[in-house]
Nanobody, 126 residues
């Protein structure tokens, strides 16, 4: 059974950092693309980063570029999202989603066919 579990969320002050983890079980993560999404209150789910999505490269939305870094540790079947210089507008529930690399066709493919974790809350506030 494919399962993803996110962790590492919490309350942080503006300018602070957090590292989110997405641990996989029931499948070997290195054959999958993994994407981080977030959903703020009253808004839709936004894809913000992906690893393994395009030619092995990483992807970042403009809203998080140069502040967030996605990495993976295949030995631990875990993907990380290092978030620096956090802003109040980064407040959201953060989800990871996994999809076989050959099935990736943009963020929508994760929404339609991906395996998802339960999410972890990130709150940026003073």
């Amino acid at each position: 059974q494919v399962k993803l579990v996110e962790s590492g969320g919490g309350l942080v002050q503006p300018g602070g950092s957090l590292r989110l983890s997405c641990a996989a079980s029931g499948f070997t993560l290195d054959s999958y693309a993994v994407s981080w999404f977030r959903q703020a209150p009253g808004k839709g789910r936004e894809g913000i980063s992906c690893i393994g999505c395009k030619n092995g490269n990483t992807y970042y939305a403009d809203s998080v570029k140069d502040r967030f870094t996605i990495t993976r540790d295949n030995a631990k079947d875990t993907v990380y999202l290092q978030m620096n210089s956090l802003k109040p507008e980064d407040t959201a529930i953060y989800y990871c989603a996994a999809l076989p690399k050959d099935q990736v066709d943009g963020p929508r493919s994760f929404l339609d066919f991906g395996s998802w974790g339960q999410g972890t809350q990130v709150t940026v506030s003073s």
